[in-house]
């Protein structure tokens, strides 16, 4: 999970693996696009369909994050 216990490893993986980076990235500027779609008094269906299309594009990315932590973590023998 992206937690505070992982921030070396997320630090390493930032430096050294373009996947994880390009993830991590992703994941904020889709954090800000949702928050620009909140900011708005009023949800035409057309934004709810956008905002639920990047929760789950947020998800995705999260979820493969989260597999390549836990694959360094193999790799490096860490729990």
């Not at 008094?41 to 709810?48: A, D, G, W």
Request: a negative charge; charged letters at 40%; aromatic letters at 8%.
């Amino acid at each position: 999970m992206l937690t505070n216990n992982n921030d070396d490893i997320i630090k390493e993986l930032l430096e050294t693996n373009e996947e994880f980076k390009k993830l991590f990235e992703e994941h904020i500027r889709l954090e800000q696009d949702l928050e620009a779609l909140y900011s708005l008094k009023y949800f035409p269906p057309e934004v709810e369909i956008k905002i639920k299309e990047i929760k789950l594009t947020k998800l995705r990315g999260k979820d493969r994050m989260n597999q390549i932590i836990n694959e360094y973590k193999k790799s490096k023998g860490v729990s």
